[in-house]
């Protein structure tokens, strides 16, 4: 069955420093994929998609590129703050499905340092 | 602000006993699904409601049921509650059927204790 596999955390950077959570997916035909992020007592927001290979998605200074080759759609930000600290998943959806089901990831968390 | 709310926000419960989980949607969504979230796991799909009607189920068992009412406010309902069923439960709204057209939005949850 359909499943995504995220880099396992946490992990810890000092502000400004460069990230990279690894994101790498199994499913049949062309899934969108998601980032959404949870900050801490809030529910889960969007962050960013992308619905076709080689899309980029991008938001907030975050982006993302659907790598159909490499079945993988790894999140990078040049410069972190401590505001970014939070619970990151990753996700995908089949649109044949029809049912927006998503299938996240176990989530990677962020803790930046000043 | 996502415009999904969720109650209670937090409740305990006994093993065996029934719970009841409400969720309203995003004002002009007609599509709701109900997550699982486990500590410190990805949230897992229970099941999603378009007009009133169930459409498309994770593997979750019958105890595991649900509402979607003419307002597209819903309910999320676990009889014979069991200790694993402590988590987070997330309602998540969105105006198509598939997520891919229109984005879906969260609820902060409801937490569920069993003890």
């Known amino acids: 069955g359909d499943s995504v596999t995220q880099m396992e955390g946490p992990v810890t950077l000092s502000e400004e420093a460069f990230l990279t959570i690894n994101c790498t997916y199994t499913a049949t035909g062309y899934p969108s994929l998601f980032w959404y992020v949870q900050y801490p007592g809030e529910g889960l927001q969007l962050l960013l998609k992308a619905t076709k290979a080689d899309d980029k998605g991008s938001n907030k200074g975050f982006e993302a590129t659907y790598r159909k080759e490499t079945t993988s759609f790894h999140l990078e930000k040049g410069s972190v703050q401590v505001s970014d600290s939070a619970v990151y998943f990753c996700?995908?959806?089949?649109?044949?499905?029809?049912?927006?089901?998503?299938?996240f990831g176990q989530g990677t968390t962020l803790q930046v340092k000043p | 602000e996502t415009g999904v709310t969720q109650s209670p926000t937090h409740l305990i419960k006994t093993r065996g006993q029934q719970v009841t989980l409400r969720c309203s949607s995003q004002s002009g969504h007609n599509t709701v699904s109900w997550y699982q979230q486990a500590l410190g796991q990805g949230p897992q799909f229970i099941f999603q409601?378009?007009?009133?009607?169930?459409?498309g189920r994770g593997n979750f068992p019958p105890r595991f049921s649900g509402l979607q009412f003419p307002n597209y406010s819903s309910e999320l309902n676990v009889n014979a509650l069991e200790l694993d069923d402590s988590a987070l439960y997330l309602c998540?709204?969105?105006?198509?059927?598939?997520?891919?057209?229109?984005?879906?939005?969260f609820g902060e949850g409801s937490w569920l204790t069993v003890v």
């Open positions: 996700a995908l959806t089949r649109r044949s499905s029809n049912t927006g089901k998503l299938i």
């Open positions: 409601y378009y007009r009133e009607e169930e459409n």
């Open positions: 998540a709204s969105s105006g198509d059927l598939t997520g891919v057209e229109n984005t879906i939005y």
